[in-house]
């Protein structure tokens, strides 16, 4: 169990799954004390790095492209600040978070987690009814359909429609537009077809935003509970189940724990018996060596010398049995040595 406290949250890793609790300090970020805890399952994580500073460091989470249907909603314009993958130790935590770091990238390379884009939302989105209230108009969404209320504020133009009801099946996508100087941020909610869009003031589709922090949270939370529901981005053709509008076979129900989300193919199968582990075959010529030249105090080396294993196994030098029993010796080495 690796964990690390700061101010503004804490990170808690068993192996398996990275824990984000937001910190309670009026600092925090809205978005990350809206959004409240997350569990990361490690299948998630394309790679972790810790930045150290002379005030404190940055223990930075990056999350293979498609998992998190959250950074899909946000289109990679969230502030640092708003981000719950980003932690801000102090000064003399700094080991803590660099240990934190090793053991993450120590998992993903013993369970050999690729780095590239998923084809489908391992993270669980918001929980739903969520409401926003910005410039120009109310929107609510209640995991099926979205309802906007114009306000007094509102355009002619957007008056003229009326208040609106959007069903899934309707949309391509909800995206978030954060404010920038004198410019408006918005909430869109995007038809299918819709290609040509007006200004956010007089967009019908959109909600126009002041971009106060607790409504930049409610707007990406929002737009990620949507984006959860929509079809995977990656998802393959045969995967979508009733049109547009509709959860891809491979999507957890919104609330679903996210370990249950993992795809089958990165869970974790219990251990095996002792009698089986002992009559496993021994790692050929290749492997042994492998193990031999490894020092059992030097971490840096044990995790070449896994890399290494694993290019291996992936070549087809190593045969699975061959691979885990490497694996397995060079681990109770290091074990024995520490």
């Known amino acids: 169990m690796a964990e690390v406290i700061a101010k503004d949250g804490s990170w808690e ?105 998923v084809d489908r939302y391992l993270l669980p989105g918001p929980a739903v009814p969520l409401t926003v209230s910005g410039m120009d108009g109310n929107a609510t969404f209640d995991g099926e359909q979205i309802r906007v209320e114009w306000k007094g504020l509102v355009e002619d133009v957007k008056k003229a429609t009326g208040n609106r009801t959007v069903r899934l099946a309707d949309l391509a996508a909800a995206e978030w537009m954060p404010a920038a100087g004198m410019a408006m941020g918005g909430l869109r909610f995007r038809p299918h077809g819709t290609a040509v869009f007006l200004a956010v003031d007089k967009d019908p589709h959109t909600l126009a935003l002041w971009g106060t922090k607790r409504e930049l949270g409610e707007a990406v939370l929002l737009a990620a509970a949507v984006t959860v529901r929509l079809p ?13 509008g509709q959860a891809t076979a491979a999507l957890p129900p919104a609330g679903e724990e996210a370990a249950d989300a993992v795809p089958p193919e990165f869970r974790k199968e219990p251990p095996a018996p002792a009698a089986e582990a002992s009559a496993a075959p021994e790692a050929s010529a290749a492997s042994a060596a492998a193990v031999a030249a490894v020092p059992g105090d030097d971490h840096d080396a044990v995790l070449r010398r896994l890399r290494e294993l694993g290019e291996l196994h992936a070549a087809g030098v190593l045969t699975d049995e061959e691979f885990a029993a490497a694996k397995r010796a060079i681990l109770q080495r290091m074990g024995g040595n520490g």
Do not use: M, N, W
Request: glycine content about 14%.
């Open 13 to 117: 890793f068993d192996g398996e799954t990275i824990r984000i609790v937001p910190g309670r300090d009026r600092g925090v970020h809205k978005l990350r004390q809206l959004l409240g805890e997350v569990a990361v399952p490690l299948p998630a994580v394309a790679g972790i790095a810790y930045e150290p500073g002379r005030k404190g460091g940055v223990l930075r989470l990056r999350l293979r492209d498609g998992a998190c249907p959250l950074l899909r909603a946000a289109g990679g314009r969230l502030p640092e600040a708003a981000s719950p993958y980003l932690l801000r130790p102090e000064r003399d935590r700094g080991g803590v978070a660099e240990y934190f770091a090793e053991e993450v990238r120590r998992a993903l390379l013993l369970d050999q987690i690729p780095d590239g884009p």
């Open 232 to 244: 995977h981005p990656h998802a393959p053709e045969d995967a979508a189940v009733g049109g547009p």
